[in-house]
């Protein structure tokens, strides 16, 4: 059984950095995409950031593409996502995703291609 688990979240000031992570049990993420959500109180859950199984082929959100940094730790099989200069919209649950049997060179951004997701980890970033 597929079970991903996130870390990291916490309580910061704006400005300031965080490294999410997410660790997978019962599956390996070099065989499926890897992508990050995020869901903010009261709105729907958004794509932040994707890596395809290869781990050579990264995509962002259209909104933000500069202050996420996805990347994949194939030897402790855990996937990061580094957030950097927080601002208080940040401020959401952050999910992780895998698609296990993605398109080639397809790194998706909606929700339903992604069979197994994280329990989330919270950030909440004050000004």
């Known amino acids: 059984q597929v079970r991903l688990v996130e870390s990291g979240g916490g309580s910061v000031q704006a400005g300031d950095s965080l490294r999410l992570s997410c660790a997978a049990f019962g599956h390996t993420f070099a065989l499926s995409t890897t992508a990050w959500f995020r869901q903010v109180s009261g709105k729907e859950r958004e794509f932040v950031a994707g890596m395809d199984l290869t781990g050579t082929k990264t995509k962002y959100a259209d909104w933000d593409q500069d202050r996420f940094i996805i990347s994949r730790n194939n030897v402790e099989n855990i996937v990061y996502l580094e957030v950097n200069t927080l601002k208080p919209e940040d401020t959401a649950v952050y999910y992780c995703?895998?698609?296990?049997?993605?398109?080639?060179?397809?790194?998706?951004?909606?929700?339903?291609?992604?069979?197994?997701w994280g329990q989330g980890t919270q950030v909440t970033v004050s000004s």
């Open positions: 995703a895998v698609d296990r049997d993605p398109d080639v060179d397809i790194i998706d951004t909606v929700e339903w291609p992604y069979d197994y």
